[in-house]
């Protein structure tokens, strides 16, 4: 069992940045690749980012490559998200997921296991 809780969310205006960290518990956290989903109201959950065990690889959806950084701290039990030149669009509440498979960096939502219970990000424009 795994326990995710984000936190970093807030108000920002577009072309701000935010970074978000998401603590997990237990020892076996650097076993699990971890994500990132985000979802706006009326809208369904999707991929922002993931990472591998070892942070040696790393997937970004289309809509935030080139301005999002996933990363990880293992030592720390810590997955981060850096967002940069944020747009209204990126608001939404951020989760971030582990996977317990160690191999794949998957897309699907349903594919994880465990939740964060999410962090509110909000950008006016």
């Known amino acids: 069992q795994v326990q995710l809780v984000e936190s970093g969310g807030g108000l920002v205006q577009a072309g701000g940045s935010l970074a978000l960290s998401c603590a997990a518990s237990g020892r076996t956290f650097s076993g699990y690749v971890m994500g990132w989903f985000r979802q706006a109201p009326g809208k369904e959950r999707e991929f922002v980012a993931a990472?591998?065990?070892?942070?040696?690889?790393?997937k970004y959806a289309d809509s935030v490559k080139g301005r999002f950084t996933i990363s990880r701290d293992n030592d720390k039990n810590t997955v981060y998200l850096q967002m940069n030149s944020l747009k209204p669009e990126d608001t939404a509440v951020y989760y971030c997921?582990?996977?317990?498979?160690?191999?794949?960096?998957?897309?699907?939502?349903?594919?994880?296991?465990?939740w964060g219970q999410g962090t509110q990000v909000t950008v006016s424009s």
């Open positions: 997921a582990a996977d317990t498979n160690r191999y794949f960096l998957r897309l699907a939502w349903n594919e994880y296991d465990y």
């Open positions: 990472i591998s065990t070892r942070g040696s690889s790393t």
